[in-house]
């Protein structure tokens, strides 16, 4: 048997105004939780991470093995063009799914007299391809 002063406290609960919230605003309210402490975790770690800087360059690619041909490049005395060949050349054979020749590109040059080069080089096909015949009116096979 209970006591009566966890009783009480029981009925004191149970009297006190019921917050009521819709369920969808409930759902949106959880939700919003959750991207707080997800953003809160993230910052933390982006404070945590120390800069890297270079004198020579640097290279940035998914894959590890692909940043380190091009970084190997640029020791070698190559451009930051070749690097990104490189680079690019290596994520052809490691992720040929996302990366290869004849795919499209974005690069920013900086140049040897500081000015910066932006190349836009996204795949398009000429604007008389349709869909059944190429650029010439070759019908495709």
């Known amino acids: 048997r209970r ?7 029981f009925r004191v ?7 009521q919230m819709a369920p969808g605003r409930l759902r949106w309210s959880a939700a919003a939780l ?5 953003a809160a975790g993230a910052a933390a770690e ?12 640097a290279v ?12 190997d490049a640029l020791r070698c005395g190559g451009t930051a063009v070749d690097a990104a060949v490189a680079t690019s050349l290596c994520l052809g054979v490691v992720s040929p799914a996302s990366s290869g020749i004849g795919g499209g590109a974005f690069m920013l040059v900086r140049l ?4 910066a080069v932006v190349y836009d080089s996204r795949e ?10 190429d650029w010439k009116s070759r019908l495709f096979p």
Do not use: N, W
């Open 112 to 115: 040897t007299d500081g000015t």
């Open 34 to 38: 959750v991207l707080l402490f997800l």
């Open 124 to 133: 398009t096909a000429p604007l008389a391809a349709t869909k059944v015949r």
């Open 46 to 57: 982006a404070a945590r991470r120390e800069a890297v800087t270079s004198p020579h360059g």
């Open 13 to 19: 609960f149970c009297s006190l105004p019921r917050l």
């Open 3 to 9: 006591s009566d002063s966890s009783t009480r406290s």
């Open 60 to 71: 940035a690619a998914d894959d590890e093995r692909c940043s380190r041909i091009g970084r």
